[in-house]
């Protein structure tokens, strides 16, 4: 693995180049062989820094650490960048199940379900397993049912005045052209006349 070795006002020693080489192959084993390091050592007013930088697909790590040596500060920025990894590689495993169990949940039911459906059937599959799940259609209904706008008028064409016959009310409502008449028999029970789409009269006794 490649280390881009910075030294400030410090010398850097094969010792030392050979600790953060061991301790970055370390953390390639956490993150694989997929990340630039860079480490910069530098000596200010008799305080050894360490700073070691890699740069992962989501990075970049930094580790941070002075001490009164320099091999003491590499080790402790080292510890640092070893727990950022670790952090690291759990959230980015974490993220990696979460989007495989949406696309598995979304194969599952039959994909992506409409925002905004209707009426929409929906291929889904009920079973123990994959293999033996049987094809289902499921339909879904939007949550508030769409209305129209209501008028309401009101009518006594619709309405007979006196009670009739079932042929006098057919007569009638022929006559006004009524698709729903509403008329009482001779004997004084509701009865409502109703048009079909296909114009057959259907009659409808009232409870």
Avoid at 60 to 75: E, W
Avoid at 89 to 117: C, L, M, V, Y
Avoid at 143 to 153: D, I, S, Y
Wanted: charged content about 30%.
């Amino acid at each position: 693995m490649n280390v881009e070795f910075t030294g400030r006002q410090y010398e850097i020693t094969p010792a030392v180049r050979k600790e953060v080489e061991t301790g970055l192959a370390k953390i390639r084993k956490i993150l694989g062989d997929r990340f630039e390091a860079k480490a910069i050592l530098a000596v200010e007013k008799h305080r050894h820094k360490a700073e070691i930088t890699i740069n992962p697909p989501k990075g970049p790590l930094v580790g941070l650490a002075q001490a009164k040596d320099m091999m003491m500060a590499v080790s402790q920025a080292l510890d640092h960048l070893e727990k950022q990894a670790v952090k690291y590689k759990s959230k980015w495993q974490s993220k990696k199940r979460s989007a495989r169990k949406t696309e598995e949940a979304k194969k599952w039911n039959g994909g992506s379900i409409p925002q905004n459906p209707t009426s929409a059937a929906l291929n889904t599959k009920v079973g123990l397993t994959e293999k033996t799940a049987v094809p289902v259609a499921v339909h879904r209904y939007p949550a508030v049912a769409r209305t129209t706008e209501v008028h309401l008028v009101r009518s006594s064409e619709a309405v007979a005045m006196r009670p009739m016959t079932l042929e006098e009310a057919i007569k009638e409502a022929h006559f006004r052209d009524r698709d729903v008449f509403i008329f009482r028999d001779p004997k004084g029970k509701l009865m409502i006349l109703h048009r079909t789409r296909e114009g057959k009269m259907e009659l409808i006794e009232a409870p």
